[in-house]
């Protein structure tokens, strides 16, 4: 299974990991167009996305990025 990761995905798993631990914020120009139903609909877009294309850890792994990210731009 660990020769199928692209190097892109580990570095994109190392970002997520990152982002997950460290406690950053959005930016408040940012959080009115996640918190947006476009927002929303890209965001899931891309949970989509993600579970089609990419390993089912890095999948899982966004879908807690996703809500961290929604719950930090409130």
């Given at each position: 299974m660990l020769k199928?990761?692209?190097?892109?995905?580990?570095?994109?798993?190392?970002?997520?990991?990152?982002?997950?631990?460290?406690?950053?914020t959005t930016p408040g120009a940012l959080a009115p167009y996640i918190e947006s139903p476009l927002g929303l609909l890209v965001l899931f877009s891309a949970i989509?996305?993600?579970?089609?294309?990419?390993?089912?850890?890095?999948?899982?792994?966004?879908v807690f990025v996703a809500y961290t990210l929604l719950r930090r731009s409130t």
């Amino acid at each position: 299974m660990l020769k199928k990761v692209k190097p892109v995905e580990i570095v994109v798993f190392v970002l997520f990991v990152l982002y997950l631990v460290f406690p950053v914020t959005t930016p408040g120009a940012l959080a009115p167009y996640i918190e947006s139903p476009l927002g929303l609909l890209v965001l899931f877009s891309a949970i989509i996305a993600m579970f089609l294309h990419t390993s089912p850890i890095l999948a899982v792994l966004f879908v807690f990025v996703a809500y961290t990210l929604l719950r930090r731009s409130t």
